[in-house]
C-alpha cells in the first residue's frame, strides 16, 4: 500500500526566512505532485516532478526529487506572507490506474 | 493547463436527501475520474474512480451505495450523495486526467456540501 508522509505537519516561520518541506514515499511511483491549497479552495497545481533528480523552481518555491530515497523537498526561499497556505505532496500509484494518493499537508503560516 | 468545472460550488441540504455533484472536462476527454473528500483541517482522501461507461471501483471503506457515481460520458462524471446526514458534510473534489494515462492530474474547484 502507498503511503505518503510529509512533515512537518505545521510550520509557522518569520518572513524572509529559508525552510524546507519534506514527503516519504513507500513504494515507487510514476510521479509526485506539490499541490497549493488556501483555506475554503480547491488544489493549485505547483509541481509535477516525474524522474530522479528532477528540480523545478518557480519564484520562492524549488521542488526535487529523490526516487532511489522516496524523497521530495519543497524549499522555499526569503518566504512572504503570500505564501501562508496548506501544502501537499501527492504520488501517482504506479500500476497505471493514475490514482494520487495524498500526504496530510503541511500548514504553512508566515508571519509579517 | 486543462480545465475541470465542478457544480455546485457549495450546496446546503436537509438530512435525509440527496444531493448531486458535476464534475466536467471542460477541453478534453477524460475516460476516468477521481472523486475526493476533505474534512477540515485534513487531507484530501480518494473515495472512488470514476469510469467511463463503467461502474465506479471504490476505495476501502467507502460505502458504494450512499456515493453514487455515473461516469456517463467522456466529459462528465457525476457523483451523489444519497440520503446525506451531518457526517457527510465535507469538501468533495473531483479530479481528471487529459489523455492517456500517467498525465497530470486537473483538479476541479470543488465543492462544499453541508448537511443541517
Known amino acids: 500500500e502507498l503511503k505518503v508522509e510529509q512533515n512537518p505537519l505545521f510550520l509557522s516561520m518569520q518572513e524572509g526566512k529559508n525552510y524546507t518541506i519534506y514527503c516519504n514515499y513507500s513504494?515507487?511511483?510514476?510521479?509526485l505532485y506539490w499541490y497549493r491549497q488556501d483555506p475554503g479552495k480547491s488544489l493549485e497545481s505547483l509541481f509535477v516532478?516525474?524522474?530522479?533528480?528532477a528540480v523545478k523552481q518557480e519564484g520562492r518555491l524549488m521542488a526535487s526529487l529523490d526516487t532511489k530515497a522516496r524523497l521530495s523537498t519543497l524549499h522555499i526561499t526569503a518566504a512572504v506572507h503570500d505564501l501562508s497556505a496548506t501544502y501537499f505532496c501527492?504520488?501517482?500509484?504506479?500500476?497505471?490506474?493514475?490514482?494520487?494518493?495524498f500526504g496530510k499537508g503541511t500548514r504553512l503560516h508566515i508571519l509579517p | 493547463g486543462a480545465v475541470v468545472s465542478q457544480h455546485p460550488s457549495w450546496v446546503i441540504c436537509k438530512s435525509g436527501t440527496s444531493v448531486k455533484i458535476e464534475c466536467r472536462s471542460l477541453?478534453?476527454?477524460?475516460?476516468?475520474m477521481f472523486w475526493y473528500r476533505q474534512f477540515p483541517k485534513q487531507s484530501l482522501m480518494l473515495m472512488a474512480t470514476s469510469n467511463e461507461g463503467s461502474k465506479a471501483t471504490y476505495e476501502q471503506g467507502v460505502e458504494k451505495d450512499k456515493f453514487l457515481i455515473n461516469h456517463a460520458s467522456l466529459t462528465l462524471s457525476t457523483l451523489t450523495v444519497t440520503s446525506a446526514h451531518p457526517e457527510d458534510s465535507s469538501f468533495y473534489i473531483c479530479s481528471a486526467n487529459e489523455g492517456a494515462l500517467n498525465t497530470e492530474a486537473f483538479f476541479g474547484q470543488g465543492t462544499r456540501l453541508t448537511v443541517v
Open positions: 513504494t515507487t511511483s510514476d510521479r
Open positions: 477541453d478534453f476527454q477524460a475516460t476516468t
Open positions: 516532478l516525474l524522474s530522479n533528480g
Open positions: 501527492a504520488v501517482d500509484r504506479k500500476g497505471g490506474d493514475d490514482k494520487i494518493i
